[in-house]
């Protein structure tokens, strides 16, 4: 099994930014495509973006584009979203997510990825 934990979510007034991490157990993250995703109340879980397993490649979703970086230390095996600008409707329970080992796609959706962390809340206030 792969373990994932999350840590960096916090409580932050609009136009602030945050960072999140996710470390991960085990020795196949650095061969991993590796995304986030993001759950706000009463809403589905969504798209947040992804990394592939070389760090050479990046997706976004368009809500977050120009906004979110992610990147990644594989030997730290830790992967990072930093969020710049927040909006409140950026408010939600954001979770790590490794993809299939050796991966050669950035997958946008839940099933495209193998395992998760248990997300750590990020509420941001107008």
């Known amino acids: 099994q792969v373990q994932l934990v999350e840590s960096g979510g916090g409580l932050v007034q609009a136009g602030d930014s945050l960072g999140l991490s996710c470390v991960a157990s085990g020795r196949t993250f650095a061969t991993r495509p590796m995304g986030w995703f993001r759950q706000a109340p009463g809403k589905e879980r969504e798209y947040v973006a992804s990394i592939s397993w070389s760090g050479g490649s990046t997706d976004y979703a368009d809500s977050v584009k120009g906004r979110f970086t992610i990147s990644r230390d594989n030997p730290k095996n830790t992967g990072y979203l930093q969020m710049l600008t927040l909006k409140p409707e950026d408010t939600a329970i954001y979770y790590c997510?490794?993809?299939?080992?050796?991966?050669?796609?950035?997958?946008?959706?839940?099933?495209?990825?193998?395992?998760w962390g248990q997300g750590t809340q990020v509420t941001v206030s107008s």
């Open positions: 997510a490794a993809g299939r080992n050796y991966g050669g796609y950035l997958e946008r959706v839940q099933s495209g990825y193998d395992y």
